[in-house]
């Protein structure tokens, strides 16, 4: 369930021994100006360890490093990251109860129903905010939408990752670019995502994110009136649903709901498959 983290060991000691760890190979930025060294920067199976003079910095997906560094298409658990935690407790050193997280992302790999491309095609608005195209580097297909604290992403993992034989991975994730954003879920420290209450806290954010995602949902369009045919078109276009007041744009939402009609929607099946699938990644009790 957790994907990407940024967190920084104040340790003077770790930090020491980290420099002339045999498994790291350190490269030095210096400052052109005064030659002085600006930072030392290493790359271990997709994380990366920046050194300072008063800290250090690590960043990088704690999936991938459970991965050997290869992917981070399958499943990753809480055992799973407990046991990554571990590794780099001790092979590194870091303590995770003392290293404060910068920011994270959190989300779940799904298999919908539908195809990836046509529940991508669907994605409308997040609060009212339009989708935009992810920059991904190609083959890729997603949808984004930041806010100021955090990022929403849904992309299909499967063309990211060039499974041809296993095409119907969707991504759903949330990323956090500043931790005030989790401060009623009192997440500090990298040791905090190893908490049951807390991933659960993350797992019904994730719901939430959902269920606040605009979607062209599919209609029938038989023995529809002139009006209901005019909001289906009007809906598709998201400068419709921004340009309303908040009293006008619950009555149209009121309206597109109805004209939907009908319980097995998109949005359904993907709180449903997030729900089910964060769950089972967060039930395994971890001795803290």
């Known amino acids: 369930m957790i994907d990407f983290v940024n967190?920084?060991?104040?340790?003077?000691?770790?930090?020491?021994?980290?420099?002339?760890?045999?498994e790291l190979d350190f490269?030095?930025?210096?400052?052109?100006?005064?030659?002085?060294?600006?930072?030392?920067?290493?790359?271990?199976?997709?994380?990366e360890f920046i050194v300072t003079s008063s800290a250090m910095k690590v960043k990088g997906s704690l999936h991938y490093y459970f991965n050997g560094g290869q992917?981070?298409?399958?499943?990753?658990?809480?055992?799973?990251?407990?046991?990554?935690?571990?590794?780099l407790e001790n092979r590194f050193g870091i303590d995770y109860f003392n290293a404060r997280l910068r920011s994270f992302e959190f989300g779940v790999n799904i298999r919908p129903r539908r195809g990836t491309e046509e529940i991508l095609n669907s994605l409308l608005c997040y609060k009212y905010d339009p989708f935009i195209k992810m920059?991904?580097?190609?083959p890729?297909?997603?949808?984004?939408?930041?806010?100021?604290?955090?990022?929403?992403?849904?992309?299909?993992?499967?063309?990211?990752?060039?499974?041809?034989?296993?095409?119907n991975?969707?991504?759903?994730?949330?990323?956090?670019?500043?931790?005030?954003?989790?401060?009623?879920d009192m997440i500090f420290m990298l040791s905090?995502?190893?908490?049951?209450?807390?991933?659960?806290?993350?797992?019904?954010?994730?719901?939430?994110?959902?269920?606040?995602?605009?979607?062209l949902e599919e209609v029938r369009v038989n023995n529809l009136s002139f009006e209901q045919n005019e909001l289906l078109l009007k809906s598709q276009n998201p400068r419709f649903w921004q340009n309303l007041n908040p009293r006008m744009r619950n009555y149209y939402l009121k309206k597109y709901n109805n004209l939907i009609g009908k319980t097995e929607t998109i949005k359904s099946e993907l709180v449903s498959l997030v729900s089910e699938k964060s769950k089972s990644l967060i039930q395994v009790s971890i001795p803290l």
Not at 29 to 34: A, F, L
Not at 135 to 138: A, F, G, I, N, V
Not at 205 to 214: D, E, H
């Open 169 to 184: 991975i969707l991504r759903i994730e949330l990323k956090v670019l500043k931790m005030c954003y989790v401060n009623t």
């Open 7 to 22: 967190f920084w060991v104040n340790d003077g000691t770790t930090r020491e021994s980290i420099l002339i760890h045999p």
């Open 192 to 215: 905090d995502l190893l908490k049951y209450e807390k991933l659960n806290s993350l797992r019904g954010r994730l719901i939430r994110m959902i269920q606040n995602f605009l979607i």
């Open 27 to 47: 490269n030095s930025v210096i400052n052109h100006s005064t030659g002085e060294i600006k930072y030392h920067m290493a790359k271990y199976k997709n994380l």
């Open 71 to 87: 992917h981070n298409y399958n499943d990753f658990s809480i055992s799973n990251l407990y046991e990554v935690l571990k590794d």
């Open 140 to 167: 890729s297909n997603g949808k984004t939408c930041k806010k100021s604290n955090y990022v929403v992403k849904v992309y299909d993992k499967s063309l990211q990752n060039k499974l041809w034989d296993d095409r």
């Open 135 to 138: 920059d991904l580097p190609s």
